[in-house]
């Protein structure tokens, strides 16, 4: 996630906080510090937008952790700060408090110390406490230690005890191992025991069909997408009761939008061809929940050194055709334009009718959009996946002129930027003094987060800011009941 220029847009913002470091929370500090102290309230603002929207889920624990870093980040921003991470499960929250730690948040830390702690008290009050204990155990262990915070007598004899006499579905869980497969495939649905902890429990037994049936509907949405290569060894291709159990569990994880990323890792790198289509129809499903308007074009560089840019445009392609209602053009260009018309295919399809496309040639990224001109094709929004170094005419800028004057509007333009050996000056060339949006994929190019990505273009260049802006924020009070409001409390209950 780096950052060539001091100037930094909104737009620049959400792009550079889009995509995913892979657990490496660190990638987030040097953006995302700049971003909060010179648009604080639109950080604040990102952060309740992309907890309903983001999937990238590092990025739901590091924002409000950066902002919290920030000494100038204003305290009625902070608590929107707090409040998201308030929401998270114990896991998120457990590395969102290590992260803060690293972070070495200057005032604020003895709050995040007392929100944990009202954290875990809240949760000790709650009914489903004794199910999310069975779920995160070591976890709210290590919570409970790290900010010294006190449990109850129940949650001490079940945690650090050991002792399970009132806790009736840790009993269950353990004698889960004694059980004859059928009784235990019973238990582990009658008792609705998590699918991680029963597969723990379980050993050898987790082989039996029976218990597989039972595994598959305790499965979460993204338990099923990441853990079907397993299932598949447990006899998914070869059981109808398995497979159909399967088929019904997608049909209803089909509603869920947050496992877009898994789903294509799952797809990837399953065997079985209809479990494979399976799977890529539920991240068809899940793609077409997260909707872009209009038409749109990617124009995709194929001149010489730039393979990895063809595979991308494939990808940003095939993401579009699910994301939107419109249509979505593909065209490849080095001197000349190769055109597809890709609207509603699937990425296998493209990937199939594009199979012969190699990079070769020079560079002029405007005689693709030149053959739309030509055409007479509209489009709402251009993705152009290229290093931006044109060394022929017809140039893009001079021919998008033409394009916006016969079409009436100047759409927005996104560039998907790649490495090249072509000297940097070309690339400087093309984007000074031209209005377009960038997402830097030189260094780690991250096939998994482009969903993530594409989903953030709009046809209007200011519309997703607005979105972000309309995003209500967060109170800390409004998601904890038992909540430290002053900062004396806030000393004396750190200092406890």
Known sequence: ?????????????ISELSKSPHGSLQEYIPIGKQAAALEPEFFAHLIAWDALHGQVRDAKVALPLVSLSVLAFPDELADNSFAHLAKLNPRELLKAYRFGLQLKLPSRMRRLRCL???????????????????QHRRVLKELYALTHTKPSDRVDKVLFKNDYTDAYLFQNVALLKTMSPSEAAGTILEKKIPFLIALGALGKKAKDPDVVLALINRMTPTELVTNTKMLERLGLKTNPALRGAFELALSKASTSKANVLK?????????????????????????????????????????????AAIEASKLVAGTLAKLVKGQVWLVF?????????????????????????????????????????????????????????????PEFWSVYKQYSDAFGKEVPVY????????DPAYHYRFVTGHELQEFDCRVGFDYYSLPNLVATMRTNRYSLVDEIMSTKLLKLSDVLKNTFSSKKEVRKNASA
Not at 124 to 130: F, I, L, M, R, V
């Open 415 to 422: 560039l998907y930027r790649f490495s090249s050996s072509d």
């Open 1 to 13: 996630m780096s950052i060539e220029s001091t100037t930094l847009t909104k737009n620049r913002i």
């Open 333 to 393: 260009f080095d001197t000349t334009p190769q055109s597809i018309d890709v609207t509603s295919l699937t990425l296998d399809q493209i990937r199939h009718v594009t199979q012969y496309i190699q990079a070769a040639g020079g560079t002029s990224i405007g005689c693709g959009l030149r053959w739309m001109l030509e055409m007479k094709k509209e489009v709402d929004g251009i993705a152009i996946v290229s290093d931006g170094c044109e060394n022929t005419a």
């Open 263 to 307: 789903t294509t890792r799952a797809a990837e790198h399953i065997e079985d061809k209809e479990l494979k289509t399976k799977l890529q129809g539920l991240q068809d499903k899940q793609l077409s929940s997260m909707s872009v308007e209009g038409n749109w074009l990617v124009l995709a560089d194929k001149s010489g050194s730039m393979s």
């Open 116 to 134: 944990v702690s009202s954290y875990l008290q809240q949760l000790e009050s709650e009914g489903h406490w004794q199910r999310v204990a069975l």
